[in-house]
């Protein structure tokens, strides 16, 4: 389960090319339409004010509202962009932005908003997603995430039921009104802030992965960190296991299953049954409205101010999108462990203790 996607911010549309897919998923364009909300720029007040319809269109692979097996194509045509004052921007290097790295690389870029480089391109991500999805739940396979902190904030209390209720995936329901003030007070001030978000994949066979080159965490780690602005990813305890002792990380097993989830359901490469757990920390957007030092195309001092329409905190909208990562890695580990050994794997009981929140 190969996706490619391509196109830029500014451009006539963006889209994705899916490959190896299998056949007889039933798909139509309405099924997109949930979870690219879920992700969209301007549902809030919180996020950049780009309205995109962000309208499927179906192009290839599916008949009669099934997957062929066939390489499947969707597009979204750009609806919203606005490039007005794009010749002083593409002359110019945002701190911490891709702009210079594009730069170097290249020598030439599309400096019409974010072009190749902007989180408008995830949007593709959570669209082929959508049918990884859709296959991995008649597996029983159920892949949600949260937000796990916004700035210096962490929620108080978990409940997976107050998610959806708010515009920041915040699992902490009593906490919201403290996060609408804080965001006010952000963006009012111009600058921005980083956050995390953590995903969670329940029921995820024990077998999934492979032993040193393909590893199940490698591949998660690679797909995670490849969604823009991601900083660090974390399996399980992560970066915590630094300062744990074995007896205190180690998840002890019994007949009825494990104990404990500190491996985050991976060991040595290989899903081990648990609950999947990862993590990812996303930086502050770069797009700021208070002046940073840079340089431009020419290598001059230069002082750089970015108008136009941004997102205060990149994470806010992140949830979706790493599920989708997480999601399109599991579609394709467990075609890869069917090809390989037969069937999907069987999911391993988990004692309740040891179920993921
Ligand atoms: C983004 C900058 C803004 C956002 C965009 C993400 O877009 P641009 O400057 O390219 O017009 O609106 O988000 C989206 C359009 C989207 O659909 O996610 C950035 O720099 O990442």
Same mark, same amino acid.
Not at 130 to 147: E, M, N, S
């Given at each position: 389960?190969?996706?490619?996607?391509?196109?830029?911010?500014?451009?006539?549309?963006?889209?994705?090319?899916?490959?190896?897919?299998?056949?007889?998923?039933?798909?139509?364009?309405?099924?997109?339409?949930?979870?690219?909300?879920?992700?969209?720029?301007?549902?809030?007040?919180?996020?950049?004010?780009?309205?995109?319809?962000?309208?499927?269109?179906?192009?290839?692979?599916?008949?009669?509202?099934?997957?062929?097996?066939?390489?499947?194509?969707?597009?979204?045509?750009?609806?919203?962009?606005?490039?007005?004052?794009?010749?002083?921007?593409?002359?110019?290097?945002?701190?911490?932005?891709?702009?210079?790295?594009?730069?170097?690389?290249?020598?030439?870029? !599309?400096?019409?908003?974010?072009?190749?480089? +902007?989180?408008?391109?995830?949007?593709?991500? =959570? @669209?082929?997603? *959508?049918? #990884?999805?859709?296959?991995?739940?008649?597996?029983?396979?159920?892949?949600?995430?949260?937000?796990?902190?916004?700035?210096?904030?962490?929620?108080?209390?978990?409940?997976?039921?107050?998610?959806?209720?708010?515009?920041?995936?915040?699992?902490?329901?009593?906490?919201?009104?403290?996060?609408?003030?804080?965001? !006010?007070?952000?963006?009012?001030?111009?600058? +921005?802030?980083?956050?995390?978000?953590?995903? =969670? @994949?329940?029921? *995820?066979? #024990?077998?999934?992965?492979?032993?040193?080159?393909?590893?199940?965490?490698?591949?998660?780690?690679?797909?995670?960190?490849?969604?823009?602005?991601?900083?660090?990813?974390?399996?399980?305890?992560?970066?915590?296991?630094?300062?744990?002792?074995?007896?205190?990380?180690?998840?002890?097993?019994?007949?009825?299953?494990?104990?404990?989830?500190?491996?985050?359901?991976?060991?040595?490469?290989?899903?081990?049954?648990?609950?999947?757990?990862?993590?990812?920390?996303?930086?502050?957007?770069?797009?700021?409205?208070?002046?940073?030092?840079?340089?431009?195309?020419?290598?001059?001092?230069?002082?750089?101010?970015?108008?136009?329409?941004?997102?205060?905190?990149?994470?806010?909208?992140?949830?979706?999108?790493?599920?989708?990562?997480?999601?399109?890695?599991?579609?394709?580990?467990?075609?890869?462990?069917?090809?390989?050994?037969?069937?999907?794997?069987?999911?391993?009981?988990?004692?309740?203790?040891?179920?993921?929140?």
């Amino acid at each position: 389960f190969a996706v490619t996607t391509f196109g830029e911010s500014h451009g006539p549309a963006i889209g994705c090319v899916i490959d190896g897919c299998p056949p007889g998923i039933d798909i139509h364009e309405d099924d997109f339409r949930a979870d690219l909300d879920r992700r969209a720029t301007g549902k809030s007040r919180h996020t950049s004010q780009r309205h995109e319809e962000d309208a499927i269109e179906i192009l290839s692979g599916v008949f009669e509202g099934k997957t062929t097996g066939t390489p499947i194509a969707l597009l979204v045509r750009n609806t919203d962009q606005r490039s007005r004052d794009y010749a002083k921007i593409a002359e110019q290097f945002r701190p911490a932005h891709a702009d210079y790295t594009y730069w170097k690389k290249y020598g030439i870029r !599309d400096p019409r908003g974010g072009g190749r480089s +902007s989180a408008r391109e995830t949007t593709m991500r =959570v @669209a082929a997603a *959508v049918i #990884a999805k859709k296959w991995l739940a008649q597996r029983g396979i159920v892949v949600r995430g949260h937000l796990s902190q916004l700035g210096e904030h962490v929620p108080a209390a978990f409940d997976w039921g107050a998610v959806e209720d708010n515009p920041f995936f915040w699992p902490d329901a009593a906490m919201v009104p403290t996060l609408e003030t804080y965001m !006010d007070a952000l963006r009012k001030s111009g600058d +921005s802030v980083g956050a995390r978000v953590r995903v =969670v @994949a329940h029921n *995820v066979p #024990a077998g999934w992965g492979e032993p040193i080159y393909g590893k199940l965490d490698g591949d998660l780690a690679a797909a995670l960190m490849s969604i823009n602005a991601v900083k660090g990813v974390e399996i399980g305890d992560g970066f915590a296991a630094a300062g744990q002792r074995g007896t205190e990380h180690r998840d002890e097993m019994t007949p009825q299953g494990f104990l404990s989830n500190h491996a985050g359901g991976i060991l040595g490469g290989i899903s081990t049954g648990q609950d999947l757990v990862c993590s990812i920390a996303l930086k502050p957007t770069s797009s700021l409205r208070l002046p940073g030092r840079s340089v431009d195309v020419h290598g001059n001092a230069i002082e750089v101010v970015t108008t136009g329409r941004h997102d205060p905190c990149v994470g806010i909208r992140a949830t979706p999108i790493a599920e989708a990562m997480v999601a399109l890695v599991l579609i394709d580990h467990a075609l890869r462990h069917r090809a390989q050994c037969g069937d999907v794997g069987e999911v391993v009981p988990t004692i309740p203790s040891a179920v993921s929140t």
